[in-house]
């Protein structure tokens, strides 16, 4: 049996070595070209992943800062109509006590003229 599994031993050995051996340098020269492609895909595939990464992050920030900015103008809507509704009042008040003077300071002339008249009626004869 040691006799025949040498020879045939010999033979896978020929036929697996040989054609390994044989190989010329295209097929050498192609096989480091296919590593430096899959080399080139890899990093390729992780600067992609990177950038997804990235814009998954920028996209989350980019929401926050809408919320952010809808909520700042939310509060800047609600102090801006307080403002108005406090101008709006004051400048009732000022209308009211500036309606009330001239109502006031017309009810004075109306009296002083009505005195002066009478008083005119009075003293008429000694003029």
Same mark, same amino acid.
């Given at each position: 049996?040691?006799?025949? $599994?040498?020879?045939?031993?010999? #033979?896978?050995?020929?036929?697996?070595?040989?054609?390994? #051996? @044989?190989?010329?340098?295209?097929?050498?020269? #192609?096989?480091?070209?296919?590593?430096?492609?899959?080399?080139?895909?890899? %990093?390729?595939?992780? #600067?992609?992943?990177? $950038?997804?990464?990235? %814009?998954?992050? $920028?996209?989350?920030?980019?929401?926050?800062?809408?919320?952010?900015? @809808?909520?700042?103008?939310?509060?800047?809507?609600?102090?801006?109509?307080?403002?108005?509704?406090?101008?709006? @009042?004051?400048?009732?008040?000022?209308?009211? +006590?500036?309606?009330?003077?001239?109502?006031?300071?017309? +009810?004075?002339?109306?009296?002083?003229?009505?005195?002066?008249?009478?008083?005119?009626?009075?003293?008429?004869?000694?003029?």
């Amino acid at each position: 049996m040691k006799r025949i $599994l040498f020879p045939i031993t010999l #033979l896978i050995m020929i036929i697996i070595v040989i054609p390994v #051996l @044989a190989q010329d340098n295209n097929t050498t020269k #192609l096989i480091e070209e296919n590593r430096e492609l899959k080399a080139k895909l890899a %990093n390729q595939t992780k #600067l992609i992943n990177e $950038l997804k990464a990235e %814009n998954e992050f $920028l996209r989350e920030q980019i929401n926050e800062y809408r919320q952010l900015l @809808a909520k700042i103008m939310e509060e800047e809507s609600k102090r801006a109509k307080e403002s108005y509704i406090q101008a709006a @009042a004051k400048k009732e008040k000022i209308g009211k +006590i500036i309606f009330g003077a001239l109502t006031v300071s017309g +009810i004075f002339s109306l009296a002083i003229l009505g005195f002066l008249k009478s008083a005119e009626r009075r003293y008429k004869h000694y003029v």
